[in-house]
C-alpha cells in the first residue's frame, strides 16, 4: 500500500492511497483562510483494513449501488453474485474495487492514474475488465475523477467514488445543517431492500424535493416510508432518462458556518445521496473520534440501483470492444451559497 500527496497551485490538497483508489484526506480552504479536511478516513491506509465501513473515500465497482436478489441476465444467461446486502449484491460483492491494491500507473504534483483488473467471474461477474482511474486536482479548485474500463465480454459496469464528505471538517460532527440542491424532479422509489420498483417518483411535495436548497435536515425526520426505509436519505435521483456524454450540473451543497461550496458534474445518469445513517461510532477516524449518524454524507454519481434488471433504465451494460467512459467533478469555492 502506498500514500500519494497531491496539490495544486491554489493550496489545495489530497492525500490518497492506492488501496481501493481511496481518497484519505482532501484540503479545502474556507472563507477565513484555514485549511479544513473534508473528508472522513484514517491516518494510514492499513486502517481501513479494519474499519467498519469499507467504503470511505474509495472507488467501487465492478457496480456501485445495489443489484436485487445478487442476479441478472445477459443474452438469456444468468449470473448470480456475491450478496452482501440481505438479499442483494451491493458495491461489487464481498470483494469489491475497494479491497483492491491498484497499480499506480502515473504521478505528478496534482494528478494520479492508478489501474486493477477484475478477472472474469470475480463476484459473479462476467468477463475480464481492464479499469483505470485519473484523479486530478485542478487550479480552479475541482476535484476531476475520469474513469475509463474495458470488458472482454458483456457485462454490467458503474463505478463510483465514496467519499464521506463533511464540509466543516472531518471530525466537526452532524452535516444535516448544510444545504443542499439536487438538480432531480425525480428520485427512485425504493422497496424494504432499497431496491427501485415502478416508475420514476416525482420529488414534488415530498422530502425529497431539493429543487431548491434546503439544509439536508430539514425533512430528513418527517414521517415518510422511504425515509425510514434507509433510516434518512440513501436515495438515487433522477439527472437523465438516457445515457449520454453530456456533463451536467447535478447537486450543489453548502456549509454556512465555513463558507464552503461544493458543486458536482458529471456525464452520469444519476446521483445517490447517502446522509451516513449506519455510521455506528465504532470507526474512529484522524482525529480519533468515533464517526457517527448524519456526521457526512455522500453524493455518489452512478448508473441508478439494479440497472442490470430494469429494462426502463439507462443501459449499462458494456460489451466486448466498448469503452465505459465516465467523469465526476467536485468543484469547491467559498462563500457562494446554493
Given at each position: 500500500m502506498e500514500t500519494i500527496v497531491l496539490e495544486n497551485n491554489q493550496g489545495m490538497k489530497a492525500i490518497l492511497t492506492n488501496f481501493g483508489a481511496r481518497l484519505m484526506s482532501l484540503f479545502i480552504q474556507d472563507k477565513n483562510g484555514l485549511h479544513r479536511d473534508v473528508v472522513l478516513g484514517f491516518n494510514h491506509p492499513e486502517d481501513y483494513l479494519n474499519a467498519e465501513e469499507k467504503y470511505f473515500g474509495c472507488i467501487v465497482g465492478r457496480y456501485a449501488n445495489r443489484i436485487a436478489d445478487g442476479k441478472f441476465s445477459i443474452a438469456n444467461k444468468t449470473y448470480h453474485l456475491a450478496c452482501n446486502n440481505g438479499p442483494n449484491s451491493l458495491h461489487g460483492g464481498i470483494k469489491g474495487f475497494h479491497l483492491k491494491t491498484w497499480s499506480i500507473i502515473s504521478q505528478t504534483k496534482d494528478s494520479l492514474t492508478m489501474s486493477c483488473i477484475s478477472e472474469d467471474g470475480e463476484e459473479g461477474f462476467p468477463g475480464r475488465v481492464e479499469v483505470e482511474v485519473h484523479y486530478n486536482l485542478?487550479?480552479?479548485?475541482?476535484?476531476?475523477?475520469?474513469?475509463?474500463?474495458?470488458?472482454?465480454?458483456?457485462?454490467?459496469?458503474?463505478?463510483?467514488?465514496?467519499?464521506?464528505?463533511?464540509?466543516?471538517?472531518?471530525?466537526?460532527?452532524?452535516?444535516?445543517?448544510?444545504?443542499?440542491?439536487?438538480?432531480?424532479?425525480?428520485?427512485?422509489?425504493?422497496?424494504?431492500?432499497?431496491?427501485p420498483t415502478g416508475p420514476y417518483a416525482p420529488v414534488e411535495g415530498t422530502p425529497f424535493d431539493f429543487r431548491k436548497a434546503k439544509p439536508l435536515g430539514r425533512d430528513i425526520r418527517q414521517e415518510h416510508p422511504q425515509l425510514d426505509l434507509g433510516n434518512g436519505y440513501d436515495h438515487n435521483f433522477i439527472l437523465k432518462t438516457q445515457n449520454s456524454q453530456e456533463i451536467v450540473h447535478a447537486a450543489s451543497i453548502y456549509e454556512p458556518k465555513h463558507g464552503i461550496?461544493?458543486?458536482?458534474?458529471?456525464?452520469?445518469?444519476?446521483?445517490?445521496?447517502?446522509?451516513?445513517?449506519?455510521?455506528?461510532?465504532?470507526?474512529?477516524?484522524?482525529?480519533?473520534?468515533?464517526?457517527?449518524?448524519?456526521t457526512a454524507f455522500c453524493l455518489e454519481t452512478q448508473h441508478f440501483p439494479d440497472t442490470p434488471n430494469q429494462e426502463n433504465?439507462?443501459?449499462?451494460?458494456?460489451?466486448?470492444?466498448?469503452?465505459?467512459?465516465?467523469?465526476?467533478?467536485?468543484?469547491?469555492?467559498?462563500?457562494?451559497?446554493?
Open positions: 485542478t487550479d480552479d479548485n475541482a476535484l476531476h475523477i475520469a474513469y475509463t474500463a474495458q470488458p472482454d465480454k458483456a457485462t454490467p459496469i458503474n463505478l463510483t467514488h465514496h467519499s464521506y464528505f463533511n464540509l466543516k471538517g472531518h471530525d466537526q460532527g452532524s452535516v444535516l445543517e448544510h444545504e443542499l440542491q439536487i438538480n432531480a424532479h425525480y428520485y427512485s422509489f425504493v422497496n424494504e431492500n432499497l431496491i461550496r461544493m458543486d458536482v458534474h458529471t456525464n452520469q445518469p444519476g446521483i445517490q445521496l447517502y446522509t451516513a445513517n449506519w455510521l455506528s461510532g465504532n470507526d474512529k477516524g484522524k482525529s480519533n473520534l468515533p464517526y457517527t449518524a448524519n433504465f439507462p443501459n449499462c451494460t458494456i460489451k466486448s470492444g466498448e469503452t465505459y467512459q465516465y467523469v465526476c467533478e467536485y468543484r469547491f469555492s467559498t462563500d457562494k451559497k446554493c
